[in-house]
């Protein structure tokens, strides 16, 4: 039997309202669902602009509990549309314990499965270590209609280490709720260069583990003029190959784009690379730094 | 202080017999030296056509002690440049123990460090279990003159863990010996996919790991017409962002290519993903796969 899906990636500009946000999230939803597609990922943190490039702790009032508002309009978004959706949203699971969380939503809008962001940046503009505890379910996946689909989010996407772990759970496709671009200053000289890494990067993880690799990422300037962070797009799926099946350009856009699981069968086979993993030796992986 | 290096990749074709391979080998050792390279690399079992494409008994002969002829004669060449070489070796350990095995030598000839391939593949016209007993080494860097260098072998290539083990010991550059190419029945279907997949999942180490990657690849068709195997060359250095600073083409070349050691510091500051490992949760990667 040939298992085949539609997948549709959701690449969105934030407004500053989360209701504007949501609405516009879940008419895509629709939108994409009309176009065929099963399975539906949103950008990181789709609800609002990405808070993070400051330090305020009146941020944490943007925070939901899960389920909550927010997670009630996209499930009733994948319930009206009889798709499932990967969303992610600023979880507040406790006072003074909030997560960056992506949730796997059925399409009778139930939650087929939580993950919390496990790798957490801090850097100049990504200041989430001070918003976001560190993921404590590991790394997951989650059987939906279609698919087994593991949802990782963005600074996941340099580790390989996240991206076996969710391969070896079983994962057909890694969907990256995203959130990255590129600071004004540096565009010019690094830009180009930072935009392959990352591409280049996740397309490794698709070689790697011989599964398909969606990143989902917003667009759009935030912050001052001259400064803040242009949200570079470019959301892409690739195929258990690493071949880039489709990729958004630097605008509002939705991809819809045809999955063929039977190749992962084909590819693992022609490249068994899970047979030879030495797991005899890979301890030293669970070490910072193998220098004493 | 800046830390340079110039790194010389020896893409070769070879022929029948192991003292006229060793002769080539040793003189481009010394051409690539006079070009001013300091680290040079040669491809995967450089003194000999790629026996492993059929399994026979017979073939155990071309193995060789370490030290032994062929690493005398490389040691001498390397010794004569007044360079460290990274050469590949059929090893001959023990009677039924031979190994796929990468030495490091010095300046002075001297032995600096020994791998032996630890991720063994087993494909039609690859069959090197037959062949390989695994590496029983782990993954281990070596303090060259000039950097700290990481070899590893081919098959290895594919496996992020072993970048990855590599450069927690410290490698600033990762050297693969490499004999990989298109059987000439999938070449006009999948050969640039497999290509490009073999350049993108290295390209992805450098990134994750903010280290170079040198690919040495060998050249030319061996076995029958219509059958064997097109060795694809097209070795190449990727920088610490995964930039490909030089790759050869299809035929006979060695390239000599300028690595700029303090581009790793200024990598990894800016894109500090070792800082952020989640090293306690990263035990599943010792398993087979995660799935009851």
């Known amino acids: 039997m040939t298992r085949r899906l539609h997948v549709g990636l959701v690449q969105l500009a934030m407004a500053p309202d989360k209701a504007t946000n949501v609405a516009r999230a879940c008419a895509e939803i629709g939108a994409a669902a009309s176009r065929g597609a099963t399975l539906i990922c949103l950008p990181e943190l789709f609800a609002g602009p990405y808070f993070c490039q400051t330090e305020d702790v009146a941020n944490f009032d943007l925070a939901e509990p899960i389920p909550g508002p927010t997670f009630d309009a996209v499930a009733a978004a994948a319930r009206a549309a009889g798709v499932t959706v990967v969303a992610s949203l600023f979880e ?5 314990v909030y997560h960056n969380t992506s949730v796997t939503l059925g399409p009778d809008g139930a939650l087929l499965g939580t993950y919390r962001k496990m790798h957490v940046p801090d850097d100049p503009l990504f200041l989430e270590k001070f918003y976001f505890t560190p993921g404590d379910l590991g ?7 279609t698919a087994v689909v593991g949802s990782l989010v963005c600074w996941d996407q340099w580790y390989p280490e996240a991206a076996r772990l969710t391969s070896l759970r079983g994962a057909e496709v890694l969907c990256y709720p995203t959130a990255i671009g590129w600071q004004p200053y540096e565009k010019a000289e690094w830009g180009a260069a930072q935009l392959d890494a990352w591409r280049t990067v996740q397309r490794g993880h698709a070689i790697a583990n011989g599964v398909f690799v969606a990143a ?8 001052p003029a001259g400064a803040g962070i242009d949200f570079w797009g470019h959301s892409f799926v690739a195929d258990p190959f690493g071949v880039v099946l489709a990729e958004a350009g630097e605008g509002e856009e939705t991809l819809v784009v045809e999955l063929d699981l039977d190749r992962i069968e084909q590819v693992r086979r022609w490249w068994p690379f899970l047979r030879d993993r030495r797991v005899d030796a890979y301890e030293g992986l669970t070490r910072r730094l193998l220098d004493s």
Chains 1, 2 share one sequence.
């Open 216 to 223: 989902v990422n917003r667009v759009g300037h935030e912050g």
């Open 139 to 145: 790394f997951v996946a989650h059987a939906t209609p």
């Open 92 to 96: 507040r699971r406790a006072a003074g």
